[in-house]
């Protein structure tokens, strides 16, 4: 019923840019927070960035001041631009969204993943 739609992603060197995309559509009553995680080969899923509905941002240390997530409500989309990408930032990027489908049903989605992968 709700589908988190991802773009963006690709191959790129280091200290390049590139800027993610992800919609969601289907049946939406409203959006909490939105956010983007990544997971590299062998490790964990880890927070990249999230924002709120008001847009208050938040950011995992290792991306301050080179990565900025926004959205456009209107479009029901989160975008995370990255800039001065290093190696390490080689993942599967995943969009995430807090989304309620009737006022009193609020559920949890993924999008599928796209591939960033940064070449020394």
């Known amino acids: 019923q709700v589908q988190l739609v991802e773009s963006g992603g690709g191959l790129v060197q280091a200290g390049g840019s590139l800027r993610l995309s992800c919609a969601a559509s289907?049946?939406?009553?409203?959006?909490?927070?939105m956010g983007w995680y990544r997971q590299a080969p062998g490790k964990q899923r880890e927070l990249v960035a999230s924002?709120?509905?008001?847009?208050?941002?938040n950011y995992a240390d290792s991306v301050k001041g080179r990565f900025t997530i926004s959205r456009d409500n209107a479009k029901n989309t989160v975008y995370l631009q990255m800039n001065s990408l290093k190696p390490e930032d080689t993942a599967v990027y995943y969009c995430n969204a807090d989304i309620r489908i009737q006022s009193w049903i609020r559920n949890d989605y993924w999008g599928q993943g796209t591939q960033v992968t940064v070449s020394s």
């Open positions: 924002i709120t509905s008001g847009g208050s941002t």
């Open positions: 289907g049946r939406i009553f409203s959006i909490n927070a």
